[in-house]
């Protein structure tokens, strides 16, 4: 059975940065995409990145593309999100998730199979 855990988040001022991991284990797939979304209080779940495993091609929200980077390390069946020059609207919890059949999109949600429990970055002001 395919897990994932976060860890990584933290409060953090404005400017600073965080680094965010995700374990996946019980993998068994070698295709398949990984990606980061967040959830604000009162507010929908968004899309922040994605990347495919196989390739390493990587994929952004337009308010995090520049600051933030996805990458995975296949040996450590990790995938990251590094977060720099961090905003007060980067607060949020963070989830890891996971798409096995490749879905021909990757921002709505509804193609990720697996979830993380999340974790909490706090940016302040």
């Known amino acids: 059975q395919v897990q994932l855990v976060e860890s990584g988040g933290g409060l953090v001022q404005a400017g600073g940065s965080l680094r965010l991991s995700c374990v996946i284990s019980g993998r068994t797939f070698s295709t398949f995409r990984m990606g980061w979304f967040r959830q604000a209080p009162g507010k929908e779940r968004e899309f922040v990145a994605a990347i495919s495993w196989s390739t390493a091609s990587t994929y952004y929200a337009t308010s995090v593309k520049g600051r933030f980077t996805i990458s995975r390390d296949n040996a450590k069946n990790t995938v990251y999100l590094q977060m720099n020059s961090l905003k007060p609207e980067d607060t949020a919890v963070y989830y890891c998730?996971?798409?096995?059949?490749?879905?021909?999109?990757?921002?709505?949600?509804?193609?990720?199979?697996?979830w993380g429990q999340g974790t909490q970055v706090t940016v302040s002001s």
């Open positions: 998730a996971a798409d096995f059949e490749i879905s021909p999109t990757y921002g709505s949600g509804r193609e990720y199979d697996i």
